[in-house]
């Protein structure tokens, strides 16, 4: 089973789509691995049974990683029954996967050719498999080039090489390729077309449910490099109470100051270094998402205070609803309900206690945010509860959903993630207290307005001013705010950004 799995079946597969053969087409470096693993990653997510079947490994573990780039060329005769040998060892083994009960296979490959799309068409209808072609184009050479050296480099080819080596030796294994590449004319079979990794989708002879979340996946997709980042929210006053939507503790406004400060002396330190190296890769705006809820968004307020950094709402974002658990202690929850922690303990992803949310239903309403994180070329920093980031975590390492609970996502900690073809790199960061000499005790207007201008609530107020205006500025709050219940509190506005 998978985090946002629809249904499950005896077979394994979902019963309204039939078995998909995505055929990838294009020349190298164009993204098709990127794509693929991604498309595989999104798919498995969904509960598909999915897997990729790379002509590139293949041929490492037929003949090894030591080949010159004339292997590759068509006009090679010397090659070609080896070539052939590796692409038919391939495409066999992903046949036979279909027969085993797979869904969606996704053959990696360069398949540049008339004849060998025909060839492939043909065979997997023969074994009621459809086919779908998915076909890179790309004519910009800053794509490209930065393909090459943030995936290429990286594979098992170039293990040991110098850069500038590398990408020579990759760009005329290109060469070789160019002149016998036939991009899909026959309007018969079904296609998409990729122009430039996203500038441009052309679609054509496409039906079905899966074939369709297939391309609105690819509608939202990039292969440019960036960085997502991941930060618990501050403490708020009151930890217990989800139905209260408490405002952010003095300690949790300390938090989110200090994590304004760690994540912007990093990236400042990360840009110089890579302005040292000469890098070709530019440095990127820092985007910011946030819940709705009080602690999330007071949390990201702290960095309203430069104009270049956009933070947003994200309803979607907000942590999973405790139900009746709501303001239980652990232990009171096992003594109240029983039997409800026994079925939590034998299924703790899709278990849901009464009126509550489950993380499978967490994981489900978060499609919305990962086909957004997709699209989303910026760096994102997501200020949200442990629950939401561990089913995100999740997402971007394929992890399967019996994993997704026992994450830990500590506190004070920032995770830097940085998405590529092969897999996904982390780094942790914990989050130094630089602030120990400021009395955020005494910060009231500040917090007041960096939380967008929505005063706390007056049974908090006494815990933002100093004790001999408690009494005053609550009469003042009384009379000027009117108080909003609970229910108000929690309808969720539609997404925005903040706004001084």
């Given at each position: 089973?998978?985090?946002?799995?629809?249904?499950?079946?005896?077979?394994?597969?979902?019963?309204?789509?039939?078995?998909?053969?995505?055929?990838?087409?294009?020349?190298?470096?164009?993204?098709?691995?990127?794509?693929?693993?991604?498309?595989?990653?999104?798919?498995?997510?969904?509960?598909?049974?999915?897997?990729?079947?790379?002509?590139?490994?293949?041929?490492?573990?037929?003949?090894?990683?030591?080949?010159?780039?004339?292997?590759?060329?068509?006009?090679?005769?010397?090659?070609?029954?080896?070539?052939?040998?590796?692409?038919?060892?391939?495409?066999?083994?992903?046949?036979?996967?279909?027969?085993?009960?797979?869904?969606?296979?996704?053959?990696?490959?360069?398949?540049?050719?008339?004849?060998?799309?025909?060839?492939?068409a043909e065979h997997f209808k023969s074994v009621g498999v459809n086919c779908l072609f998915?076909?890179?184009?790309?004519?910009?050479?800053?794509?490209?080039?930065?393909?090459?050296?943030?995936?290429?480099?990286?594979?098992?080819?170039?293990?040991?090489?110098?850069?500038?080596?590398?990408?020579?030796?990759?760009?005329?294994?290109?060469?070789?390729?160019?002149?016998?590449?036939?991009?899909?004319?026959?309007?018969?079979?079904?296609?998409?077309?990729?122009?430039?990794?996203?500038?441009?989708?052309?679609?054509?002879?496409?039906?079905?449910?899966?074939?369709?979340?297939?391309?609105?996946?690819?509608?939202?997709?990039?292969?440019?490099?960036?960085?997502?980042?991941?930060?618990?929210?501050?403490?708020?006053?009151?930890?217990?109470?989800?139905?209260?939507?408490?405002?952010?503790?003095?300690?949790?406004?300390?938090?989110?100051?200090?994590?304004?400060?760690?994540?912007?002396?990093?990236?400042?330190?990360?840009?110089?270094?890579?302005?040292?190296?000469?890098?070709?890769?530019?440095?990127?705006?820092?985007?910011?998402?946030?819940?709705?809820?009080?602690?999330?968004?007071?949390?990201?307020?702290?960095?309203?205070?430069?104009?270049?950094?956009?933070?947003?709402?994200?309803?979607?974002?907000?942590?999973?609803?405790?139900?009746?658990?709501?303001?239980?202690?652990?232990?009171?929850?096992?003594?109240?309900?029983?039997?409800?922690?026994?079925?939590?303990?034998?299924?703790?992803?899709?278990?849901?206690?009464?009126?509550?949310?489950?993380?499978?239903?967490?994981?489900?309403?978060?499609?919305?945010?990962?086909?957004?994180?997709?699209?989303?070329?910026?760096?994102?920093?997501?200020?949200?509860?442990?629950?939401?980031?561990?089913?995100?975590?999740?997402?971007?390492?394929?992890?399967?959903?019996?994993?997704?609970?026992?994450?830990?996502?500590?506190?004070?900690?920032?995770?830097?993630?940085?998405?590529?073809?092969?897999?996904?790199?982390?780094?942790?960061?914990?989050?130094?207290?630089?602030?120990?000499?400021?009395?955020?005790?005494?910060?009231?207007?500040?917090?007041?307005?960096?939380?967008?201008?929505?005063?706390?609530s007056p049974m908090f107020m006494d815990h933002y001013l100093p004790d001999e205006d408690?009494?005053?500025?609550?009469?003042?709050?009384?009379?000027?705010?009117?108080?909003?219940?609970?229910?108000?509190?929690?309808?969720?506005?539609?997404?925005?950004?903040?706004?001084?």
């Amino acid at each position: 089973m998978f985090p946002g799995q629809l249904y499950k079946t005896e077979s394994g597969r979902l019963f309204h789509a039939g078995a998909i053969a995505i055929v990838f087409v294009g020349l190298p470096a164009r993204g098709k691995t990127h794509v693929s693993r991604a498309l595989s990653r999104y798919l498995r997510w969904l509960g598909v049974r999915t897997k990729v079947f790379s002509v590139g490994n293949y041929r490492r573990r037929i003949i090894g990683v030591e080949v010159t780039n004339d292997f590759f060329s068509p006009a090679n005769a010397s090659t070609a029954d080896l070539r052939r040998k590796i692409a038919d060892a391939c495409h066999e083994d992903m046949v036979q996967w279909f027969a085993a009960g797979g869904q969606v296979g996704i053959l990696d490959g360069s398949n540049t050719t008339e004849e060998r799309r025909k060839e492939l068409a043909e065979h997997f209808k023969s074994v009621g498999v459809n086919c779908l072609f998915i076909e890179s184009i790309c004519d910009n050479p800053q794509i490209i080039d930065a393909n090459i050296r943030g995936v290429k480099l990286s594979s098992p080819d170039y293990v040991g090489w110098q850069d500038a080596d590398a990408v020579d030796d990759f760009n005329r294994r290109i060469q070789n390729h160019v002149p016998y590449y036939k991009t899909i004319t026959d309007l018969s079979q079904s296609f998409v077309k990729l122009i430039n990794v996203g500038e441009k989708i052309v679609v054509n002879n496409v039906h079905g449910f899966l074939q369709s979340k297939i391309v609105y996946y690819l509608m939202n997709l990039h292969i440019c490099p960036r960085k997502i980042y991941f930060a618990r929210n501050g403490t708020s006053l009151d930890e217990r109470s989800y139905k209260a939507d408490a405002p952010l503790a003095p300690i949790g406004h300390r938090y989110a100051e200090n994590l304004k400060n760690f994540i912007l002396t990093l990236r400042e330190n990360q840009a110089l270094a890579m302005q040292q190296a000469n890098s070709v890769e530019a440095p990127r705006p820092l985007t910011v998402w946030t819940s709705s809820r009080k602690r999330s968004y007071q949390t990201a307020a702290h960095f309203l205070d430069h104009s270049e950094i956009a933070v947003r709402h994200r309803t979607v974002l907000a942590e999973r609803n405790p139900g009746v658990c709501d303001q239980l202690s652990p232990e009171e929850i096992q003594q109240k309900y029983p039997d409800e922690c026994l079925r939590a303990n034998n299924d703790p992803y899709r278990h849901r206690f009464p009126r509550a949310e489950s993380y499978y239903d967490l994981a489900n309403r978060l499609e919305k945010v990962i086909l957004e994180l997709e699209r989303e070329k910026n760096d994102v920093l997501i200020i949200t509860h442990e629950s939401v980031i561990k089913c995100l975590y999740g997402y971007l390492f394929g992890l399967p959903e019996r994993d997704i609970p026992s994450l830990e996502i500590p506190e004070n900690t920032l995770l830097e993630l940085v998405p590529a073809a092969y897999t996904t790199e982390e780094t942790r960061h914990v989050i130094p207290d630089s602030l120990a000499s400021i009395n955020w005790q005494l910060q009231a207007d500040t917090f007041l307005t960096l939380a967008g201008k929505i005063p706390a609530s007056p049974m908090f107020m006494d815990h933002y001013l100093p004790d001999e205006d408690n009494q005053e500025a609550q009469d003042d709050v009384a009379g000027t705010t009117p108080i909003v219940s609970h229910q108000d509190e929690t309808v969720q506005e539609p997404e925005s950004t903040f706004t001084l």
